[in-house]
């Protein structure tokens, strides 16, 4: 496979809103990240992925744009966002943007003419359906709960919505719609960005007959993926994008693709396809849902512990199915899932270890590695007692729609928020012990995780044991030490595929060969290797383990073998 840059991209995802807030209104900003570059040169990472930071009115914190080309105003200004782009290639960072294809906001100037009338020149960017039998034209649901319909009195019909009614859908059928989307992308590759995260892609392309989906659980709405994700016009739309915007450059790109199977990931990241250079499936992280837990909510809202020998077979599906053909991505956090070491690790009395075990387990693997802002310190989930105190809007629609099942209390309702809400990943970066975590001198539009007192950034920063130096020992290895290939590029191999308890596999490339082993729990256990060992380069205890064949690992520990 001809090298890359990307292949070797530790990317860093800031959430900036979240990040760091330069001008005291409580909301993070573009000035806040230059602030925090000399941070992220500290921990070694050389790219970024921005989530949306183009005006909108923020019902879905930026996925909802009304200007594709202007910066929110929240966030700062164009002038603002040309400095970030000029200090970060000083640094040797790139920049990955968040583009969103599917949908605009309600308030974009397309949407607000469509829905005028049905004759508008633009009524057809969106799309729109008749009722039927005085109800809407399908009961599919929205990912946000509820109908992914809206009713629109003006012309008496329905728009689709996907996400918040706040965010129609867009008509990729129509090429004109097409070419204002690829223009939009081609604005902002000219001002020298380096890549894009292209949001919900899978999904621009719908069954417009617009069947009813079954329904066999019997809630008012539910999910019908197969009308509306993976579809095949998807992959001669992203295809077509190639050709407008990717043609010729070096960008790099991946794409959000909730659903898709291998077979499909294929399609999407196979180079001679031309569409994407990786996709960010859910299935690799989805092992603690369970949809028959409590058929009265949707299948996110559930949690089951996770079976490690399921996630076995998963990840090496994936390490295995696109090896040699595509690429992978690698991550357990990202702005729309809780916390990894609050859902696998042990927040109490291994908050370090576990952390440092996930960490280890997951990025010596085959793939980029994403890495959300604060999962380097340990951030974990947070439990706001009051729904008022959430942000999300997902997490209305939900709550009001559990307790309408008549099934779910209020009680109920929020323990399921604590341990599944999206603000669970959002909450402000925590940089230092001072009110508000450092993030802001005011109130930030999110109340800080209570916790910030001992997990922040000035506490790594000055403990030499701590997740953070953890984390960049990791990413050196990946980009810049003798193991930096057989990382990047080397094959993986499951050992010990039916052990409840320790995960381990080998990476091997040229004459190089890795040993990664982990105990994934919090009780010892004896470890019987196959082979010989040589030397450590990597551990999350401070003793020095002596190579050996059998091994007793305590909880959570993590190490990483050269093996002879
Ligand atoms: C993606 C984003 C998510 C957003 C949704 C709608 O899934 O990651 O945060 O709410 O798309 O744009
Ligand atoms: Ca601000």
Redesign the pocket.
């Known amino acids: 496979m001809e090298a890359k840059w990307w292949h070797k991209a530790v990317v860093y995802q800031i959430y900036p809103r979240s990040f760091k807030?330069?001008?005291?209104?409580?909301?993070?900003?573009l000035?806040?990240i230059i602030e925090k570059v000399d941070y992220l040169v500290k921990l070694g990472i050389n790219t970024i992925w921005l989530n949306p930071i183009f005006s909108s009115p923020n019902d879905d914190n930026g996925y909802d744009i009304s200007d594709f080309r202007g910066i929110m105003a929240?966030?700062g200004t164009m002038a603002d966002f040309d400095e970030l782009v000029m200090v970060l290639k000083k640094n040797n960072i790139r920049l990955v943007m968040d583009l969103v294809l599917n949908h605009t906001s309600d308030e974009h100037p397309w949407f607000l003419e469509a829905r005028k009338n049905k004759d508008n020149a633009y009524r057809d960017y969106y799309l729109w359906a008749q009722g039927r039998g005085g109800k809407e034209p399908t009961n599919w649901e929205s990912f946000f709960g509820g109908s992914l319909w809206e009713h629109d009195v003006r012309t008496d019909e329905y728009y689709l919505h996907l996400f918040s009614k706040k965010m129609p859908d867009l008509n990729w059928s129509s090429s004109k719609l097409r070419n204002e989307m690829y223009e939009i992308a081609n604005f902002w590759a000219e001002k020298g960005v380096d890549g894009f995260r292209i949001d919900a892609v899978v999904h621009i392309d719908k069954d417009s007959s617009y069947p009813q989906a079954d329904n066999p659980g019997g809630r008012p709405y539910v999910m019908a993926d197969y009308y509306y994700a993976n579809r095949p016009a998807v992959h001669d739309y992203c295809q077509e994008f190639y050709r407008e915007v990717l043609a010729g450059k070096e960008i790099m790109t991946v794409g959000e693709a909730a659903s898709a199977t291998i077979e499909e990931a294929l399609k999407y990241t196979a180079p001679e396809r031309e569409e994407f250079n990786m996709i960010i499936t859910f299935e690799a992280i989805s092992f603690d849902i369970d949809a028959s837990l409590n058929p009265a909510v949707p299948p996110k809202w559930t949690q089951k512990r996770p079976d490690l020998c399921e996630m076995k077979r998963v990840w090496m599906k994936w390490q295995d199915g696109l090896y040699g053909k595509g690429w992978n991505t690698l991550y357990w956090n990202n702005h729309d899932v809780p916390r990894v070491v609050s859902r696998y690790g042990n927040t109490e009395t291994y908050h370090k270890e576990s952390a440092k075990m996930l960490a280890t387990l997951l990025y010596f693997f085959w793939g980029t590695p994403y890495i959300l802002q604060g999962e380097e310190i340990g951030m974990t989930n947070v439990a706001f007692a009051e729904l008022a105190d959430y942000r999300d809007v997902e997490i209305e629609t939900f709550y009001r729609e559990a307790l309408a099942t008549g099934k779910v209390t209020h009680d109920q309702a929020m323990a399921m928020i604590h341990a599944r809400s999206r603000d669970n990943a959002r909450t402000p970066m925590q940089w230092d012990a001072t009110p508000q975590a450092g993030f802001?001198q005011v109130n930030p539009w999110m109340k800080v995780n209570p916790n910030y007192q001992t997990i922040n950034v000035a506490a790594n920063l000055a403990d030499a044991d701590s997740i953070f130096y953890h984390y960049q020992k990791i990413i050196a290895l990946r980009t810049k030490s003798v193991y930096s290939d057989v990382i990047t590029y080397g094959k993986t191999t499951l050992l010990l595929a039916d052990d409840e308890h320790i995960f381990a596999y080998t990476r091997e490339y040229g004459q190089q060969k890795l040993l990664v082993v982990v105990n994934f729990f919090e009780t010892p256990q004896v470890v019987d290797l196959p082979f010989d060992v040589q030397s450590i380069i990597l551990q999350n205890y401070a003793e020095v383990k002596q190579s050996t064949k059998q091994l007793t690992l305590r909880p959570y520990e993590a190490i990483v073998y050269v093996v002879q």
């Not at 807030?21 to 900003?29: E, F, P, R, T, V």
Request: no cysteine; glycine share 22%.
């Open positions: 807030d330069s001008n005291q209104d409580g909301i993070g900003d000035r806040g929240d966030f802001s």
